[in-house]
C-alpha cells in the first residue's frame, strides 16, 4: 500500500547577487552565479510539480517577490514559506514537522541538485512505507533529500552544515534518536565551477533529461 498524503517541500534562498552560489564565482559574475541559481530553483520546481505525487511548498530563507519566485509559483506550487530557525538543521526540522501535521509522508529536497528526478522522489515516499527518515546521500558528503514520516526533536542539531560530514553526522543523529533510515542511491549538486561543468556537458550529451 503507498504512502498517502504525501508532500513535497523545496528549499531555496532567496535570489539576490552575492548572497547565492557564492562558490561560483571563482569564475561567474555575482549575476552570473544567481542566473544559475534560478535556473536550478525553477528546474526543481517543475521536477516537483511534475511528479504529481503529492502538494508541492517552496520555502525561502527570506521574504521578497521575484520574478523566478513568481514563475516557480505558477508552474503549480503553493508558499512561498518562510523557513524558520537558527541554523539550517532547525529550518528544515521545522518545515518536516509542520509538513507533517498536513501530511502522512513529507520529502524536502534543496535547490541546487539538477539530476533530481519523479522517479527518485517516488522511490523516496516508497522508502517512508518501512522508515522513519530517507536520505539522498550527495557525493559531496551532505545530502540532496530528506524525508519522513515520523520526527524527533534533535534530529538534525549539532550537523556541521557546509562540511563534507554532514550526512555522517545526520545518520548519528537519527540513529541516537531511534529513527529508522534508508538511504537513495548517490545524487550530485552545484556548488562549484566543476559541478557547473559537468552539468553542462550533460546537457550538451543529452545525459542530464528526465530519467
Same mark, same amino acid.
Given at each position: ?34 542566473? @544559475?541559481? $534560478?535556473?536550478? #530553483?525553477? &528546474?526543481?520546481?517543475?521536477?516537483? =510539480?511534475? +511528479? %504529481?505525487?503529492? @502538494?508541492? $511548498?517552496?520555502? #525561502?530563507? &527570506?521574504?521578497?517577490?521575484?520574478? =523566478?519566485? +513568481? %514563475? ?140
Amino acid at each position: 500500500m503507498r504512502v498517502s498524503r504525501c508532500l513535497l517541500q523545496q528549499f531555496a534562498r532567496y535570489p539576490e547577487p552575492g548572497r547565492v552560489k557564492t562558490r561560483l564565482q571563482a569564475e561567474l559574475s555575482a549575476t552570473e552565479s544567481c542566473a @544559475v541559481h $534560478e535556473k536550478l #530553483l525553477l &528546474r526543481t520546481a517543475a521536477t516537483l =510539480t511534475q +511528479s %504529481k505525487l503529492g @502538494v508541492t $511548498e517552496l520555502w #525561502l530563507d &527570506r521574504a521578497g517577490e521575484h520574478a =523566478t519566485l +513568481s %514563475k516557480a509559483l505558477d508552474l503549480g506550487m503553493t508558499g512561498p514559506f518562510l523557513q524558520q530557525g537558527s541554523d539550517l538543521g532547525e529550518r528544515m526540522g521545522t518545515a518536516l514537522c509542520k509538513g507533517l501535521q498536513r501530511a502522512d509522508a513529507v520529502v524536502l529536497v534543496g535547490s541546487d541538485c539538477p539530476v533530481l528526478t519523479a522517479g527518485y522522489l517516488e522511490t523516496a515516499f516508497n522508502a517512508l512505507r518501512h522508515s522513519d527518515v530517507v536520505l539522498g546521500p550527495a557525493e559531496d558528503g551532505g545530502f540532496v533529500l530528506i524525508g519522513c514520516r515520523r520526527v524527533a526533536g534533535g534530529m538534525l542539531a549539532g550537523v556541521p552544515w557546509g562540511d563534507d560530514s554532514v550526512l555522517a553526522a545526520t545518520r548519528a543523529r537519527l540513529t541516537a534518536e531511534g529513527l529508522s533510515t534508508c538511504e537513495l542511491s548517490t545524487l550530485y549538486d552545484i556548488d562549484t565551477p566543476g559541478d557547473l561543468r559537468r552539468w553542462e556537458g550533460e546537457l550538451r550529451s543529452g545525459v542530464s533529461g528526465d530519467r
